[in-house]
Every structure is written in C-alpha cells, then in structure tokens.
C-alpha cells in the first residue's frame, strides 16, 4: 500500500513536472524537504511549514484538480456496487431459501420480507429495515417470539392487521424457542407485520 502510494505521488510530480510546467511541483518538493528535516530536528515549527507549503502545491496542481473528480466518481461507483439498489423494491424469495440477516436500506420503494419461507436458526435472527418512502410487509412464522420497534413518520402501523402505536415496543409469542428481532425506520409509508 505504501509503495502504491509512492508510486501515484511520483507520477503525479512526473505529469506536473513534464507536461504543464508547473511551478507549484516545487511546493510539494520543499514541503518534502521540510518534512524530512522536522523529523530528523523534532521540532513541530518545520512540520507546520511543510504542512502549508504541502496545501499550496495540492492547490496549484492540475493533475490532483482532475484526480479529485475521478476520487469522487470511482467512491460513488464503488459504492454502488456494494450496496446494489438503494431505490426501488426489495423482496426475499418466493421458493424456500436459507435464512440470512436481514439489513434492508432503501430511499423509496414497497419491501416485503417473508420469514415463512425459510426456517429460522435457533440464536436470535434480525430483521432491520431504515425507508424512506415505501410500504414495508414482514411476515413471520406464528411459533416465533417476535420484538418489534418501528420508528414511523408518516403513515400507519399494522400488527395482524391491527393499527398499533408507533412509539411502543411490541412483543409477539413470548417464551417460543425461536426469536426474532424486528427494527423498522420509515419516514413516509405503511408498515405491516404479518405472523403466518
């Protein structure tokens, strides 16, 4: 990591040097200097300097002018990938499937999460959604104690069909062997929670 780091600079100082005849290259090579002799001396009034004149050749310099976009554009797609979809709906399988976590980020879009057609491990499982405009349906097996808390803006709250208040917590088949931890954080839409 070290070396790549060294090696992006000195291509940096390399473009700058040869291709826009920058002065500002002369900066960062001072700074350097300065750098290494507060190090070498101890004292903080040299690596202050090398801290300013390090700002000033960032500043003038026109490849990190062009690299700070690329930054920005290759965090943004990166991060995309991770997350996949941030808008639009959200649904577990049809078919049986093997349980897993369930951590749901959505900015708009209906999500339905349904426990029924996985079997549930023995430790505790968590279901944690954060929405913000969009209809949110869970449905959870009935032999499954359920703690329930949902943070809603706008919009109702059902539990079996039932409208519960949004500020309480909720507690569904106490004392069953399997537990389920259900957090839901919506600003605008409908949240259902079903047991089936």
């Known amino acids: ?3 790549t780091i060294l090696i992006i ?6 473009i700058e040097l040869f291709l826009f005849h920058n002065g500002g290259v002369w900066f960062l090579l001072f ?7 507060s190090v070498r001396k101890g004292e903080k009034m040299y690596a202050v300097a090398a801290l300013i004149f390090f ?3 960032l500043l003038s310099m026109v490849t990190v002018r062009w690299l700070i976009p690329v930054a920005v554009i290759y965090w943004l797609y990166t991060r995309h990938r991770k997350e996949l979809y941030v808008a639009g709906p959200y649904m577990t399988p049809e078919k049986p499937y093997a349980w897993q976590q369930q951590a749901v980020t959505r900015l708009f879009g209906n999500i339905t ?4 057609n996985t079997i549930l491990p023995l430790e505790p499982t968590f279901i944690s959604i954060f929405q913000g405009i969009g209809k949110t349906t869970i449905f959870v097996p009935y032999d499954v104690a359920c ?7 706008f919009g109702k709250v059902l539990i079996n069909g039932h409208v519960t208040d949004a500020k309480k917590q909720v507690l569904l088949d106490q004392g069953a062997r399997r537990t389920c931890m259900i957090h839901v ?4 839409g409908e949240v259902e929670i079903w047991q089936k």
């Open 1 to 3: 990591m070290k070396n």
């Open 9 to 14: 600079i000195g291509l940096i100082i390399f």
């Open 31 to 37: 700074a350097f200097a300065l750098y290494r002799l």
């Open 55 to 57: 700002l000033l050749a």
């Open 113 to 116: 999460i349904d426990a029924t």
């Open 147 to 153: 703690t329930i808390v949902v943070n809603q803006g």
């Open 185 to 188: 954080s919506n600003g605008l």
